[in-house]
């Protein structure tokens, strides 16, 4: 497990082994530590309807090929930061997802594990009712604070057969595999290479489970995936917000 932090105001990458952190910067105790967003992606390339069980909730047909959305770099957060309820929505919902992190700058690529840096957690945050509103997606998954990721990066994983689990106020709502992928992770690092160059640190969001739902202003959302861990995020609405400055 790798991941980012912050200690006294200097930002550094690490080691997790246990509790304890190792970087260039010394040994520390995650306690020590503010866990940030392991990443700072030039993009984030989301797929939508790319679970099974997802499609067979919306009784719509799998699609022929992955169908993509980006989400800006601008929208990420990290563990424990809040989202921020935007006033300018009714119905914001969780969604979460696997997300790949690209290792290195690649184009057409044919051996999609060596461009593989490994994989984290992530919450593709909705204003459900924007996106229903505007017929395509960009305003609604846009927001600032839209797109929490971590809390590391799993560096090592033997398996995508993972479970994935997502929690409002400690209730499960969302609880499926990986597995249950309809374009699998190496199908969909090919089909996007082929589009666009991938930069090193860029996100794949490889889509949502069954189970999406709404949030609203005091929830708290964790998403848990198997041997990489839970990304805890709590919701906030936008007049509470004082974390963003204004210009």
């Keep these: 497990m790798i991941g980012k932090f912050e200690r006294d105001g200097n930002v550094f990458c690490?080691?997790?082994?246990?509790?304890?952190?190792?970087?260039?910067?010394?040994?520390?105790?995650?306690?020590?530590?503010?866990?940030?967003?392991?990443?700072?992606?030039?993009?984030?390339?989301?797929?939508?309807?790319?679970?099974?069980?997802?499609?067979?909730?919306?009784?719509?047909?799998?699609?022929?090929?992955?169908?993509?959305?980006?989400?800006?770099?601008?929208?990420?957060?990290?563990?424990?930061?809040?989202?921020?309820?935007?006033?300018?929505?009714?119905?914001?919902?969780?969604?979460?997802?696997?997300?790949?992190?690209?290792?290195?700058?690649?184009?057409?690529?044919?051996?999609?594990?060596?461009?593989?840096?490994?994989?984290?957690?992530?919450?593709?945050?909705?204003?459900?009712?924007?996106?229903?509103?505007?017929?395509?997606?960009?305003?609604?998954?846009?927001?600032?604070?839209?797109?929490?990721?971590?809390p590391y990066i799993a560096t090592d994983l033997d398996s995508l057969h993972l479970s994935i689990v997502t929690r409002v106020n400690g209730r499960i709502k969302q609880d499926s595999n990986v597995s249950n992928l309809i374009f699998d992770v190496n199908y969909l690092i090919k089909f996007i290479s082929h589009i666009m160059t991938l930069e090193a640190g860029d996100i794949i969001a490889t889509g949502t489970p069954a189970g999406v739902g709404p949030l609203k202003p005091g929830d708290t959302v964790e998403v848990t995936i198997q041997h990489i861990g839970t990304l805890m995020n709590n919701v906030i609405s936008q007049q509470d917000d004082s974390s963003l400055p204004c210009v």
């Design 14 to 150: 690490g080691e997790i082994t246990g509790n304890s952190v190792a970087s260039t910067e010394g040994t520390y105790d995650l306690s020590e530590l503010r866990v940030l967003s392991p990443t700072n992606p030039s993009k984030i390339i989301c797929i939508g309807l790319n679970y099974f069980d997802h499609a067979r909730e919306l009784e719509l047909e799998a699609p022929e090929r992955p169908l993509l959305f980006l989400k800006p770099p601008s929208s990420v957060i990290g563990p424990k930061e809040s989202i921020v309820y935007p006033a300018s929505s009714a119905h914001v919902d969780y969604e979460g997802e696997l997300a790949v992190i690209i290792g290195q700058r690649c184009r057409r690529v044919q051996d999609p594990e060596k461009v593989i840096l490994g994989y984290t957690c992530f919450n593709d945050i909705t204003a459900r009712d924007l996106q229903v509103l505007d017929g395509q997606w960009t305003r609604s998954k846009s927001y600032d604070t839209f797109a929490p990721l971590g």
